[in-house]
């Protein structure tokens, strides 16, 4: 299992070298992206991800900058297989939001652009809810809500994310509050891919830590910016909160988990 850090800047102003929050994980068979900030599909391109593989997108919350990049997402989608003059691998793209109008107004914008957005295969929208949404046999999927968002009409907005794959469990975190690290996270997991934009590098690990949790990697991702002007000094202070095996991942990376 690959994880490719397309996009790994939190809501922040422009910075070199950073774009908004997209991240992907990679099997043999398929390729799911967590959250679409802008340009992650242009990364991915560009650091020869097949984006033909596309199997499922999982957005966490429907803030700009983990969705502001859906559209192209799905528009270069599209265009690499024209290009290519290859077929999308799978026959459907799975769409998981808690927001089904945030991605109806992407899907407006799409219908109403080149050819009509017209293709061989179909787009499936989803309402996130609680518990597992996604099960393939190849990956599956269980979304825990955080408290980032208020709820609206009853409903959870803002979700983290518990991956299983390959044997192994992986847990996004999407935006969370400090707290819900004690939900979010199991007693045990592979790895952890941690938002940083709302919090500091020391409180996380000190959370993980007053609740037990036992992460055996620790991916640093969303970041706030005072990683983005100084990710040297962010390095060093996830190594010294947590150990070797905390990275402060940057866009246009990839890690085998």
């Known amino acids: ?45 560009l650091c020869g991800i097949d984006l033909l593989k596309t199997k499922a ?16 997402l799905l528009w270069y989608i599209r265009k690499v297989g024209l290009v290519r003059k290859e077929p999308l691998k799978a026959e459907n793209i799975d769409i998981f939001t808690p927001c089904i109008e945030t991605v109806d107004g992407f899907m407006t914008v799409l219908k109403n652009t080149e050819g009509n957005f017209k293709t061989d295969y179909t787009h499936t929208t989803h309402k996130i809810s609680e518990g597992t949404i996604f099960d393939n046999g190849d990956i599956r999927l269980t979304a825990v809500h955080t408290d980032h968002m208020p709820m609206k009409n009853g ?9 299983e794959c390959e044997g192994k469990t992986v847990v996004f975190s999407g935006d969370m509050r400090l707290e819900n690290i004690a939900d979010i996270v199991p007693d045990r997991c592979n790895a952890f891919l941690v938002e940083t934009g709302h919090h500091q590098i020391e409180d996380i690990c000190a959370e993980l830590k007053a609740k037990n949790k036992q992460v055996d990697k ?19 202070r996830a190594y010294e909160a947590f150990g070797e095996n905390a990275v402060i991942t940057r866009d246009g990376r990839t890690y085998e988990i």
């Open 1 to 45: 299992m690959k994880l490719h850090t397309l996009g790994t800047s939190a809501g922040t102003q422009p910075y070199e070298g950073f774009r908004h929050t997209c991240l992907a994980i990679e099997t043999e068979k398929a390729l799911y992206f967590l959250d679409a900030g802008e340009s992650g599909a242009y990364t991915a391109h």
């Open 218 to 236: 620790l991916f640093f991702v969303h970041h706030g910016g005072y990683i983005i002007r100084d990710p040297e000094g962010g390095e060093k």
């Open 155 to 163: 409903e959870y907005q803002s979700y983290a994310f518990r991956i």
């Open 57 to 72: 997108v999982f957005i966490s919350h429907p803030h700009m900058d983990h969705v502001g990049g859906l559209g192209n």
